[in-house]
């Protein structure tokens, strides 16, 4: 049986008929003790994405761009999916492969770090590394050259350039969102990696009030520690990235975020990892200069996919 491309999933505890159905309709956390050195008439709050099954974001596009291609038939049974990811996505593709009987290889830098790599291997996954020198972009090449070399083997969504990317997020995270703040949401800040996040919701949010103002968080430096995010003045800029689409862009420091990761753990008891942290910081900087405004976040995964690098000792 297909499965729907918006989630049926819901903290009531209802049954459903596969892990697929449990991506998405994640909470909405209100940061009060962050928000404290802000206004009175301030207010920030953080999507928790690690409640999706596969614990990232990342689930949501990853469930879409399958779905989508499976019903195309574009993506058939003696097809492997395969695409590069530097982790999440990569996580989300395994898991989506084992639910719904595909087989799945991940091309990723050779230095991802232990948890991502366990994970995908648990779900039975293939890992084809690329040069750790080359990051995402070098990762990114090599899946189209596999591709490239194997066009019936292989079907890639190519999530730098796939169009549902950003759709799984304007028909899921954007509505959620309007959703869970009843309409008041009035700034929407997230990082970029592959931008569907961004892009996607922020699109969507616009038509329900275009006087949200978005705000696009990207690394301030090309070599960074924000795993997930690019720094697109000197990346493989996504294809699906319209940078006239924010009204805003703010760049941020590795470590700032790094102390952000830290803060909201001993301050919000929250574990979140480095692009979280990145957003969590932004939010914050920009919320001290209003004087009221409900600012939504996203947080799109835990910390406990980076508890081998040491950070929290």
Not at 38 to 50: D, F, H, L, Q, R
Not at 91 to 100: D, E, Q, T
Not at 269 to 286: D, K, M, N, R, W
């Amino acid at each position: 049986m297909y499965r729907s491309e918006a989630g049926t999933s819901s903290a009531g505890g209802s049954r459903v008929e596969s892990v697929v159905d449990l991506i998405g309709n994640t909470p909405l956390l209100e940061l009060s003790e962050t928000a404290k050195e802000c206004s009175p008439g301030v207010s920030i709050y953080a999507k928790a994405e690690w409640f999706n099954p596969g614990g990232s974001i990342k689930d949501r596009p990853a469930r879409r761009m399958i779905l989508k291609a499976i019903r195309s038939g574009e993506l058939t049974k003696d097809k492997v999916i395969m695409d590069s990811s530097s982790g999440n996505t990569a996580i989300a593709y395994a898991m989506l492969g084992a639910s719904l009987g595909y087989e799945v290889e991940i091309v990723t830098p050779e230095n991802v770090n232990t948890e991502r790599k366990k994970a995908i291997e648990a779900y039975g996954a293939k890992i084809t590394f690329s040069s750790p020198l080359e990051g995402s972009d070098g990762a990114i090449r090599m899946a189209h050259r596999l591709k490239a070399d194997n066009p019936e083997k292989y079907f890639m969504p190519d999530q730098y350039n796939n169009i549902n990317n950003l759709l799984a997020h304007y028909e899921t995270t954007a509505p959620e969102i309007w959703e869970q703040t009843k309409g008041a949401v009035t700034h929407f800040l997230a990082g970029l990696g592959t931008s569907g996040t961004f892009m996607g919701t922020g699109k969507r949010l616009k038509e329900y009030n275009p006087d949200i103002k978005t705000i696009a968080i990207q690394p301030e430096e090309s070599l960074h520690g924000l795993e997930g995010m690019k720094h697109m003045p000197t990346s493989i800029v996504p294809g699906i990235y319209n940078e006239e689409a924010a009204d805003e862009v703010v760049f941020i420091s590795t470590e700032k975020a790094y102390e952000m990761m830290e803060r909201l753990m001993d301050t919000e008891g929250i574990f979140v990892g480095h692009s979280g942290g990145a957003a969590v910081c932004v939010t914050l900087e920009y919320a001290k200069k209003l004087k009221e405004g409900v600012l939504v976040t996203i947080l799109p995964d835990s910390g406990r996919r980076y508890l081998s690098e040491g950070l929290w000792w």
